[in-house]
């Protein structure tokens, strides 16, 4: 009986270290997961992008690319922010206030990176942390 009782008290030793390693390795794992996010991060997102406010007497709108590449410089917490999801990157271009400045044309409208960037910006596109369109070189807007 007497070794009984050495026994079970072995047992309640180890239980105390293993909780304590528990903790200490949680701990460490929260303090690596804040510093990791804390930090800056430059990301490249593919965002889909569409038309809408088409001028008279145009029904459609076709785009050269589908698809930008956007280059966004913030924190890894920001990152994880629901507007970054993929089911909401999406870029609604205004075609009728983006051609009252170009060249008149009928059925196709080309825009550089450059003037594309000036437009994001100019509307507060994901104010500072958006950088630049990475690709596509230029987007044209075929209207029907």
């Known amino acids: 009986m007497g070794n009984t009782a050495v026994h079970s008290e072995s047992k309640k030793k180890y239980r105390k270290p ?10 460490a794992s929260l303090i690596w997961i804040f510093g ?8 490249k997102l593919n965002y889909t992008v569409t ?5 008279l007497q145009k029904e459609h709108a076709r785009l050269s690319d589908s698809v930008m590449t956007l280059v966004f410089k913030t ?3 920001n990152f994880l922010n629901s507007k970054y999801s993929p089911k909401n990157r999406t870029i609604n271009l205004p075609v009728y206030h ?10 196709n409208y080309i825009f550089t990176q450059n003037e594309l ?9 994901y104010e500072n942390e958006f950088v630049e369109i990475e ?5 044209t807007i075929y209207l029907k």
Do not use: A, W
Request: aromatic letters at 16%; hydrophobic letters at 35%; one cysteine or more.
């Open 117 to 125: 960037n000036q437009y994001l910006k100019s509307i507060g596109f």
């Open 18 to 27: 293993s909780i304590t390693l528990l903790i200490c390795f949680l701990i």
């Open 98 to 107: 983006l051609i009252q400045h170009k060249k008149q044309n009928r059925y």
């Open 51 to 55: 038309c809408s406010g088409l001028p």
């Open 75 to 77: 924190s890894g917490f």
């Open 36 to 43: 990791y996010f804390s930090k800056d991060y430059t990301v």
């Open 135 to 139: 690709s596509p070189e230029t987007l």
